[in-house]
Every structure is written in structure tokens, then in C-alpha cells.
């Protein structure tokens, strides 16, 4: 059998600059080189844990284990998303949603202006560290809004993920302190609509 993949980081489909002035390049570059990495070197390390047991035939220490797990896979998974479904401002980021996924939006939410202030809504009161993350499921066939807490609490499952916002306060502090909706407001400035089509087209 192949030997399983060990967790990278993914490069930015950007430069750390790209995205100012609605995020700066010291806080991007330490999200991505400080934060994200944090995760990928965990789910490395949790794997590694299990790996070792399952070698020496020892017994894991499951409930602690697995949360690890998926504490830190969800924090991978989450930030490779989110880096994807933001883009500079002259090259695709930020305006109205076109396409299909304007289609979806205004049939749920009446408008683009009230999926909006629902998604921020959601995003300022996730309770502590977490997201804030628009999903679809085939069979409800209406989209979703989640709030996850940390990067595994109150998912969905099998859900498929259209866009997600960090709101962890490492997505931000460099920029705005301790206040989440001034990073919200300029999320929508950057935000990849072509992305969350393409998201989109995988539900159907
Ligand atoms: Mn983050």
C-alpha cells in the first residue's frame, strides 16, 4: 500500500501583500506561516501518535486523541478553504455575487444584502475562537449558515462548504485589535465569488 501523505502547507494562491489594505501583509504571512501551520504540524503529530500505538500495540488515549485529531484536521482543512475563497481586490476579490451562487442566495435569503447581514451576524457571535461558514447538502438542497467553534464544534456532516470567514482573533489582531466586525467588514472586499461557483457546481 502507498504510504500515507503527511499534511503540508498549501502556498497562497497569492502574495502576502495581495490583499491590502483589507488584510495586511503581517497578517496574512502570520496566519499562514504561524497559524495554519500550528495545525498541519498537529494532525502530523496526532497521526504520528496513532501510527506508533497501532505499531507497538499499545492502546491510545482515544478520547484525547481523537479530539486532537480533529481539532487540528479541521484547522487545516478550514484555513486551505478560506485562502481559497479570497482573492486581491483587482484580480476577482470583493463586489456582488454573479453566477449561480447569486441564484442560490437570493432564493434563500431574498437578497444579497440579507445573506450578508445574516453571514456577519453569524460570524460577529460565533461564541469564542471559531467560523463562520456558508454550506450546502445536496439532499436539503438550501444553503446553510454554520457558526463552527474552534474548527470542529457544530459541523454539519457531509455538508459541503461554499465560503468560510476566520474568526479566530489570529485572523485579525495585527490589523484590528480585538474587534472581529471592523476584520468582517473588510472580509467582504476580498471574498472570491468565482471560488464559491466553483464550490457551488461540486454540491450538485
Ligand atoms: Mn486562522
Known amino acids: 500500500m502507498e504510504k500515507i501523505k503527511t499534511f503540508t502547507l498549501p502556498k497562497l494562491p497569492y502574495e502576502y501583500d495581495a490583499l491590502v489594505p483589507y488584510i495586511s501583509e503581517e497578517q496574512l504571512k502570520l496566519h499562514h506561516v504561524k497559524h495554519h501551520?500550528?495545525?498541519?504540524?498537529?494532525?502530523?503529530?496526532?497521526?504520528?501518535?496513532?501510527?506508533?500505538?497501532?505499531q507497538d500495540n499499545?492502546?491510545?488515549?482515544?478520547?484525547?486523541?481523537l479530539k486532537d485529531l480533529s481539532f487540528n484536521i479541521?484547522?487545516?482543512?478550514?484555513?486551505?478553504?478560506?485562502?481559497?475563497?479570497?482573492?486581491?481586490?483587482?484580480?476577482?476579490?470583493g463586489g456582488d455575487p454573479s453566477g449561480s451562487i447569486a441564484d442560490v442566495l437570493n432564493k434563500e435569503f431574498g437578497s444579497y444584502d440579507r445573506f450578508k447581514k445574516e453571514f456577519t451576524a453569524a460570524a460577529k457571535?460565533?461564541?469564542?475562537?471559531?467560523?463562520?461558514?456558508?454550506?450546502?447538502?445536496?439532499?436539503?438542497?438550501?444553503?446553510?449558515?454554520?457558526?463552527i467553534e474552534k474548527h470542529n464544534v457544530n459541523v454539519y456532516p457531509t455538508f459541503n462548504i461554499l465560503m468560510v470567514l476566520d474568526v479566530w482573533e489570529h485572523a485579525y489582531y495585527v490589523d484590528h485589535k480585538n474587534d472581529r466586525p471592523k476584520f468582517i467588514d473588510a472580509f467582504w472586499n476580498v471574498l472570491n465569488w468565482d471560488r464559491v461557483n466553483?464550490?457551488?457546481?461540486?454540491?450538485?
Not at 492502546?59 to 484525547?64: E, L
Open 37 to 54: 501551520q500550528t495545525y498541519v504540524n498537529g494532525a502530523n503529530t496526532a497521526f504520528e501518535k496513532i501510527d506508533k500505538a497501532r
Open 74 to 93: 479541521g484547522g487545516h482543512l478550514l484555513h486551505s478553504i478560506f485562502w481559497e475563497n479570497m482573492a486581491p481586490p483587482n484580480k476577482g476579490g
Open 58 to 65: 499499545v492502546d491510545i488515549d482515544a478520547k484525547a486523541l
Open 125 to 147: 457571535t460565533v461564541e469564542g475562537s471559531g467560523w463562520a461558514v456558508l454550506a450546502m447538502h445536496p439532499c436539503i438542497g438550501r444553503p446553510l449558515i454554520m457558526q
Open 198 to 204: 466553483k464550490n457551488l457546481d461540486l454540491v450538485k
